[in-house]
């Protein structure tokens, strides 16, 4: 069975106002972490995403570095927008 992964919380980790540039940590259902590059100009856009190595991979399995989140951006980003996080991220 492939992987769905489910958006369960979303807190801002860092960000530059000026430059636009966002980072988030994306906590999904599984307990899966995720740090996640935003860039806000001209409009809201996941630039870059990747597994905190806190505990392995639920794709692969694997407990260092692996690019399987990649596939999972444009699901994980849909998500986002759908459930408003950046803007609750934000607002914190
Ligand atoms: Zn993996």
């Known amino acids: 069975m492939s992987y769905r992964p489910s958006v369960d919380n979303v807190t801002k980790a ?3 106002d000026k430059e636009g540039l966002y980072e988030f940590i994306v906590k999904l259902a599984d307990g899966t972490e995720c740090r996640v ?3 806000r100009f001209p409009e809201w856009r996941l630039t870059n995403i ?3 190595q806190k505990t392995p991979c639920p794709v692969c399995r ?3 570095i692996c690019k399987c ?8 980003g849909r ?3 759908d459930g ?3 803007d609750k991220a934000l607002a914190e």
Do not use: P, T
């Open 84 to 86: 408003q996080w950046i």
């Open 69 to 76: 989140m990649d596939s999972f951006a444009g699901d994980i």
């Open 50 to 52: 990747s597994r905190l």
């Open 62 to 64: 694997k407990d260092f």
């Open 14 to 16: 860092g960000s530059n």
């Open 79 to 81: 998500q986002v927008e």
């Open 37 to 39: 590059f935003y860039h």
